[in-house]
């Protein structure tokens, strides 16, 4: 397969400063993206490694664990309103104008959450394999509160009901339709997609990942404090690379 592995860290994230190179667990938070994309290298035949970001410190960051790079980000594709789909369509075209080549899939490998392992990706890969008309996959988690039956949100009249309805009697945690929480950690772009005029990575043909360890992302610094401690003390259930 020929593979483009997208790690994606502009320089100005709001909820946690300069995330992407603060150090979790004594190491740059982008590291654990970068050292993973390696050894998915090493899996597939033809795979590309590409960086993208608007930020020098960034750059120079990654260069020193191993992944350099001449990209930039265009300034309008790493503002707070910029879609991410249109950041990575534009490394997409930088990288097949660059390498004369054009790539099967794009691997989003999300910087701020690092908690994955090769079986899942490879795994993700083997279902996308499997269904040839599907455009994109997302990694998820089987989601806590569920939509059915413990979520609730406001209606027209401003009373609260259950964010979804089902047309039954009764309803219980057990007989509620399963419902999963995307985790940010990867996503798969077939090639297709990013002709298909596409702006999100959810559409009519998506398929899903769900891990069956924990994954979650960097959004706060509670967050970070949280994984930190889970990596320091040694209490996941794989090692991350």
């Known amino acids: 397969m020929k593979i483009l592995i997208s790690l994606c860290a502009r320089g ?3 909820g946690i400063p300069r995330k992407n190179i603060k150090e979790l ?3 740059p ?6 050292q993973f994309a390696k050894q998915i290298e090493q899996r597939y035949k ?4 590409e960086l993208s970001t608007d930020d020098e410190e960034i750059k120079n960051m990654a260069e020193q664990l191993g992944l350099s790079t001449e990209y930039t980000r265009p300034a309008d594709l790493a503002s707070d309103n910029a879609g991410k789909v249109d950041a990575i369509r534009d490394l997409l075209s930088y990288s097949e104008k660059r390498h004369h080549n054009k790539f099967e899939y794009v691997l989003d490998l999300d910087i701020s959450s690092p908690l994955r392992t090769l079986s899942d990706v490879e795994e993700a890969f083997s279902i996308m394999e499997r269904e040839s008309d599907a455009l994109t996959l997302f990694s998820v988690n089987t989601a806590h509160k569920n939509p059915y039956f413990n979520m609730v949100e406001r ?5 609260y009901q259950t964010s979804k309805k089902r047309n039954i009697t009764t309803l219980s945690r057990q007989t509620a339709p399963d419902v999963y929480e995307l985790n940010a950690s990867f996503y798969i772009y077939r090639r297709a997609f ?3 005029g596409e702006k999100g990575v959810i ?5 899903i990942y769900n891990m069956d360890h924990i994954c979650f992302d960097l959004d706060t610094p509670i967050d970070f404090e949280f994984m ?3 990596l320091s003390n040694n209490k996941l259930p794989f090692q991350l690379i």
């Open 12 to 14: 100005g994230s709001k």
């Open 29 to 34: 938070l982008i590291d654990y993206s970068i």
């Open 155 to 159: 209606n027209e009249s401003g009373y």
């Open 25 to 27: 667990n004594g190491r």
């Open 203 to 207: 559409t009519e043909k998506s398929l």
């Open 228 to 230: 930190d401690y889970l």
């Open 46 to 49: 033809e795979v590309v490694i």
């Open 194 to 196: 990013f002709d298909s």
